[in-house]
C-alpha cells in the first residue's frame, strides 16, 4: 500500500506558451530514467503530481510552470 505523503504529493501547472511542448517525467530512484511524456499545444495545460514513481519533470519549449512556491517561464 502506498504512503499517504506520495499520493499526495506536491502539484504543479505547465502551461504552454507554444505549440509542441514536451514534459517528461524521471523516476526516483538509483538510476533515473525517463518514464513518461506528453506534448502541449499553445494555451493547454497539464496538471502533475510529483509521487513515489515521479521525482522530477524536465520541460522543452516555452511554458509556464505554476507551483506552491511561484511562477517560473522556461523556453527563451
Known sequence: MMEASAVF????????LEN??????????KDTKFHHSEKLDKGEIMIAQFTEHTSALKIRGRAQVFTKHGMV????
Open 9 to 16: 504529493g506536491e502539484y504543479v501547472v505547465v502551461k504552454a
Open 20 to 29: 509542441g511542448v514536451t514534459i517528461i517525467g524521471l523516476t526516483r530512484g
Open 73 to 76: 517561464e522556461c523556453g527563451d
